[in-house]
């Protein structure tokens, strides 16, 4: 039986990630610290439904601890680490920017000297679309330099990538670096927009429009997120890139690349898409840019298809639905 060491379990992506390796037969030890940013029963709900499976190792604890994910490979020797767990969100970063340091830079600092120490047959973390920060010229491609990020959640993922390169080529981990583009589904995190957008519209309430709604995103749901991250296990960087498209370093067996759906979809759009899913009409706040955001987003996803043979399956109107059916049913229990 293969296993994979995943942090960040009780998260959103983590959560999914680790029912499919669960159910496709891997041992998945699941590491989270169950942090308070949102609502901890959200998480404890997640981990509970993994634990039902005899093959998920739950461990609760800041993966920042000196010495815990060392012991972890020591004990489990992982044949894929693919590492989740971050502090997330582009506008708290701006109000708490040390909680960034210490789970983005130490938090991935202890993940590495850990792989260094107990190396896995392939090493892969999480990185963001928001690491392209100011660039213009989308789609958004990995071969695009991406130096001027807006925000400090975005600063602390792209130092992260920088982290990760120099281990790879010091010490020969492989490594895979996957930049998220918006994820959305069922079991999704309160602080994304379609979460706060049901909450308050269920409510009765406004919603809260940035930029007077003038912004697109590359919407990507769950399932489709998932099938890029298991279809890279097996592609693990080696010495000869895939094609003039791979982003291998000349160094390092160590590439970066992103996924997402590929198809920016107008902000305006994606609330059309929950008004139909909520058969009702939103009332719109609408309002200036937040600092650090970006208006638009769109990856180019050629190299994770070259690689894995990815085509995402979920439309926005559908993925959209199906995470109104989850809420509706999760909040009335």
Known sequence: MRTALI???????G???????????????????????????LK??????????????????????PGRLMGLLADHKPN??????AQAGVRHSIDAPRDYLEANLIGTFEVLEAARAHPPEHIMIASTSSAYGANTNIPFDEHQKADHQMSFYA??????????????????????????FTVYGPWGRPDMALFKFTKAIEAGEAIDVYNHGRMSRDFTYIDDLVAGI???????????????????????????????ASKPTPLMDYIAALETALETTARKNLMKMQPGDVPATWADTTLLSQLTGYEPQVSVEEGVARFVAWYR???AS
């Not at 894929?80 to 767990?85: G, K, P, R």
């Not at 960087?237 to 590439?255: K, N």
Request: proline content about 6%; hydrophobic content about 40%.
């Open 230 to 260: 298991t279809g890279l296990i097996e592609a693990v960087p080696g010495d000869t890139p895939v094609s003039t498209q791979d982003t291998l370093s000349p160094v390092a067996p160590f590439r970066i690349v992103n996924i997402g």
């Open 329 to 331: 049913g999760y909040y």
């Open 15 to 41: 959560y999914h990630l680790a029912t499919y390796l669960l159910a496709s037969g891997w041992q998945v030890v699941g590491l989270d610290c169950l942090s308070p940013y949102y609502d901890i029963a």
């Open 155 to 180: 600063a602390t993922k792209k130092a992260g990538e920088t982290m990760a390169h120099s281990y790879a080529h010091l010490y020969g981990l492989p490594t895979t670096m996957f930049r998220f």
């Open 44 to 65: 404890r709900r997640r981990h509970a439904m993994l634990e039902v499976n005899d093959n998920f190792i739950p461990v609760i604890g800041k993966l920042e601890d």
């Open 80 to 85: 894929a680490v693919i590492h989740l767990a």
């Open 7 to 13: 942090t960040g379990t009780a998260g959103f992506i």
